[in-house]
């Protein structure tokens, strides 16, 4: 293949990404706006943003392993098209359950794209520099992708209604599409491998038993047997999983490959940082929509400078990555993120310590900027840890894997930050004596309740509204700050005297591998080999 054609392969699939990554995002800044039209409450607002990652976290494994079987060209485009026809639905959704429908429609879609676009950057690039720098363009494309969502749905409700957001798709996938099939190399895949549609399923038991407790403990009223039940699916769900996967000769995930420390710190780093990275987008874009009354553009462009943060650094990662190592990388940018977020608390108006209220909004750029920075070398580095970690055999898996702990992080940073500022809100809120219970359950409910309030009361309500979301937000941010650090000291720690480079990283892997192969009936290497 021609280079020129490899990096037209990268592009395409970039482009699926991009598409991918600004979809979980994207909705932040049209969330006051779609919950004012479809009337939604506090708990639907979560599920509408976690239906699309939690779906997706649940497919991941499966839609990696089907693409090893059917080809992942097919994967690629199967996803491409599904991917449209949920956008459409979602655009016109006309009420929270068809929404979230959609949203886990779409996340079908984006589970299908998703390993096959890392799966086809490992099949495209041969030389170990430039697949460095294409996992650069990937992670770079993730993190972008990510932190543009709340500008791009700024920029749309600007002069449409919150279901451009959605309609925003259909021309990427149409072109995406054209692409994949003149430039994308295809591949009948394995057809011998089975697709373990059951496992799944079992996963995503476990991963919505699990986000509908912590939703059900942030609650004013919380229920202890919806709690008990939930966390009993999740437990339930989760130990099935194990169990199945123990069992299967073709498993999605091989729990051996979390023997290589690389790949493990790579898991763990990746999700860290999206769920920094979705977290921080989630609540600071609330934040300056809903206390400070920024309309949803303004919002966007101020969190795009996570995106100007990331930009630069992530190729640069990639490039680096198999000189360094991934662990000055991984540990530093975790680092640098847990500084960024932490000068973003500090410079925040009206909340952080060092700014009172009458300074612009703009201050937080600054610490928005580093963090960007930190968690998109991060995100890159992760990404060539995990790859690099698995023999070339279980490359489709390491994909999937890498692709899972991506969702799965956004999973725990909109479900735990969202819940942690719902739980402060709900519990520091001090409602004057004329305002209605219900704006006690969220900042949404306490702005629409202002609007039938003299104007007096309604300015009382709105700042005690502000204050309790404030006391959540602050404390978020404190917590994901602690949680980076924590991550930075863990990298350093874990992998002291491993294997560095991408390079050394997969000779440590081909040899766990031929180790704990195991030689079955028909020959060849057995996928059932397990590290014990």
């Known amino acids: 293949m ?204 476990a991963l919505a038993g699990l986000v509908y407790a912590i939703q059900e403990v942030a609650k004013p009223d919380p229920m202890p047997l919806a709690i008990a039940g939930a966390l009993l699916a999740a437990a339930a769900g989760g130990w099935m999983f194990a169990r199945r996967e123990r069992r299967q000769a073709y498993p999605l995930i091989d729990f051996s490959l979390f023997g290589n420390r690389s790949l493990l710190t ?36 101020i969190v795009t400078a996570f995106a100007v943060g990331s930009l630069p650094v992530g190729v640069l990662a990639g490039g680096l990555a198999h000189r360094t190592g991934v662990r000055p990388l991984i540990g530093g940018g975790l680092l640098l993120g847990a500084l960024g977020v932490l000068v973003t608390l500090l410079l925040t108006p009206g909340a952080g310590p060092l700014l009172g209220g009458g300074r612009s909004p703009a201050w937080v750029v600054p610490g928005l900027v580093l963090a960007g920075a930190g968690l998109g070398i991060v995100m890159v580095a992760a990404s060539a840890a995990i790859i690099s970690g698995a023999p070339p055999q279980r490359a489709g898996m390491a994909s999937s894997i890498e692709s899972v702990s991506y969702e799965l992080g956004s999973l725990a940073g909109v479900t735990v930050l969202g819940t942690i500022l719902t739980a402060v809100y709900t519990g520091t809120i001090h409602l004057p004596a004329t305002a209605p219970a219900r704006a006690a359950s969220s900042i949404d409910q306490a702005r629409a309740a202002a609007g039938h309030l003299p104007a007096g009361q309604a300015r009382t309500l709105l700042d005690a509204a502000a204050s309790a979301f404030d006391n959540g937000y602050i404390l978020a941010l404190a917590i994901t700050a602690i949680a980076l650090a924590a991550g930075s000291a863990f990298t350093y720690r874990y992998l002291k005297r491993q294997p560095t480079t991408p390079a050394e990283q997969a000779q440590h892997s081909e040899a766990i591998s031929d180790r704990s192969a195991i030689t079955d009936p028909r020959g060849g290497s057995d996928e059932r080999a397990r590290i014990r």
């Open 2 to 205: 021609s280079k020129t054609r490899r990096w037209l392969v990268l592009a395409t699939v970039s482009a699926g990404l991009l598409m991918v990554s600004v979809d979980t995002t994207v909705l932040y800044t049209a969330l006051p706006a779609l919950t004012s039209d479809l009337h939604a409450d506090a708990s639907q607002k979560l599920w509408i943003i976690n239906a699309y990652p939690l779906v997706m976290a649940g497919l991941l494994l499966g839609a990696g392993t089907l693409g090893d079987r059917i080809g992942h060209k097919r994967m690629f485009l199967a996803g491409l098209a599904l991917f449209a026809a949920a956008s459409l639905l979602a655009a016109f959704a006309p009420s929270p359950p068809v929404l979230i429908a959609a949203q886990a429609f779409l996340a079908v879609g984006a589970a299908a794209m998703l390993p096959a676009t890392l799966a086809l950057i490992r099949i495209t690039f041969d030389d170990e520099h430039e697949r460095g720098i294409a996992i650069g363009v990937w992670g770079t494309m993730a993190a972008l992708g990510a932190a543009l969502g709340p500008i791009v749905g700024g920029l749309l409700l600007q002069h449409f209604w919150w279901g451009s957001v959605f309609l925003l798709n259909i021309p990427v996938v149409l072109l995406a599409l054209a692409a994949t099939a003149a430039f994308v190399p295809g591949g009948s895949g394995h057809r011998d491998r089975p697709w373990d549609l059951i496992a799944s399923l079992q996963a995503m038991v």
């Open 266 to 301: 790579g898991v763990i780093a990746a999700a860290l940082a999206m769920a920094a990275t979705v977290g921080i987008d989630l609540i600071l874009t609330q934040r300056l929509q809903l206390v400070l009354g920024l309309t949803p553009l303004h919002a966007g462009l």
